[in-house]
């Protein structure tokens, strides 16, 4: 007698229900899909350098592959790309690293992730940017946490306010998270600000996620870390990589660098998850930090010049008021002026002109209002982008 196959129902655990996403892939996935319909799509969506990653790295890696990196590492990361990382933090922080702060991870992510299931229990409390990263609510739900979302206003072009940031701080909060320059604003918090934000903590037992994947693309001023202010080195959590710095980011190569106690926790969780970060592709890192910087110095300006023109594009067009970024590769446009809402605007820009953004509210909450254009794409398709969204704006609103 045949078997009947029974179809059953998948339950998932509670905890996926808290688990939320990254906007970014899914209008990439449907402006894909619009383009397999013969539809021509302007990019702005995905935060990604369109720069190739420079040949001396490709180079190193495929020398690596030859030469038999192909094999487990150790799941902080092999030695010598973590002592190169250390000495390299060492130099533009002003600390002194040692190679066991330094966990080596696929992407920067993990230790977003890594970092909330080390800390963050039941009823601990997060605060977080907003709009900022999507990752950091989602994650800081997901550990079982409070996420404390601290606002991020224009009018302080996109800085956070150390004032409020304290006096959200209670007995229950456990991590910060400061982002500099930001995504999606393109804000950066200046050494004051962060000076103060460290004076607010004091000498309380909380910890700071300083995600710092943008350092090497701030237009303006000397980018500073909290890590650098005296007493709280052993307080912060420096995320940093290779993905934005050196367009990298298919490699998947990122690191935090932490007090050493920390880190070894951290890599317990690596050797749980990943067993380890490529060994191949930290050979490639290792060529990053040790090799030619130009590329990185040319992208920056490329970012800024381009920031400057399509902020300059947007502003002529009805209902869009955009303050300039000060790093990164994201405008942060305010649409207000037009009378729609985010997302539906967002959604009419690549349905009907062919632009592809994200929503504010991708973001957060506080993202309402505004739409985030990624300006790593040529100059020829911005102006493209510029000239499709004035014609749509001109015929509906």
């Known amino acids: 007698m045949a078997t009947q196959l029974v179809q059953h129902e998948l339950i998932l655990s509670r905890r996926m229900a ?4 990254e906007t970014a892939f899914e209008v990439l996935s449907k402006a894909k899909a619009l383009e397999r319909t013969g539809r021509n799509i302007v990019h702005l969506e995905i935060g990604e350098p369109d720069f190739s990653t420079p040949p001396h790295i490709v180079e190193a890696a495929v020398d690596a592959l030859r030469g038999g990196y192909t094999h487990y590492g150790p ?18 922080r002003g600390v002194p690293v040692e190679p066991e702060e330094v966990v080596v991870v696929p992407g920067g992510k993990p230790i977003m992730f890594y ?30 946490g409070t996420p404390i979302p601290i606002p ?20 229950s909060t456990k991590l910060i998270i400061l982002n500099s320059p930001q995504n999606p604003t393109g804000g950066v918090l200046a050494r004051d600000d962060i000076e103060r934000a460290a004076a607010a903590i004091g000498d309380r037992n909380i910890l700071v996620l300083a995600d710092e994947i943008y350092s090497r693309l701030q237009f303006e001023g000397t980018p500073f870390s909290i890590m650098s202010v005296p ?11 290779f993905s934005k710095t050196y367009a990298m980011t298919g490699w998947r190569i990122g690191y935090g660098v932490m007090r050493a106690d920390l880190a070894a926790q951290i890599s317990r969780l690596m050797t749980n998850s990943n067993s380890c970060t490529a060994s191949f ?19 920056r300006l490329e970012f800024e010049r381009r920031s400057r023109a399509f902020v300059a594009g947007l502003n002529c067009i009805r209902g869009f008021s955009v303050c300039v970024p000060k790093g990164a590769f994201y405008v942060f446009a305010n649409i207000t002026g037009t009378g729609w809402a985010s997302k539906p605007l967002a959604d009419a820009l690549l349905e009907e002109a062919g632009v592809a953004a994200l929503s504010g509210t991708a973001f957060g909450s506080y993202g309402e209002g505004y739409l985030r254009f990624s300006v790593a794409n040529s100059m020829e398709n911005l102006m493209e982008a510029l000239k499709r969204i004035d014609a749509w704006v001109s015929a509906h609103v």
């Open 75 to 92: 799941s902080a990361g092999l030695p010598e790309l973590r002592e190169a990382i250390a000495n390299y933090v060492s130099r533009t």
């Open 18 to 21: 808290r688990l939320g996403t």
């Open 115 to 144: 970092v909330m299931l080390a800390l963050v229990d039941e009823g601990d409390e997060v605060i977080y940017p907003n709009p900022g990263f999507p990752i950091y609510e989602s994650m800081i739900r997901y550990a079982g």
């Open 231 to 241: 007493g709280m080195q052993e307080r912060t959590i420096l995320l940093d990589g």
């Open 281 to 299: 592709t930290q050979r490639a890192a290792l060529a990053a930090l040790n090799g030619d910087q130009s590329a990185v110095d040319t992208m």
């Open 152 to 171: 991020l206003r224009e009018e302080r072009d996109f800085a956070m306010d150390v004032d409020e940031m304290a006096s959200l701080i209670t007995p």
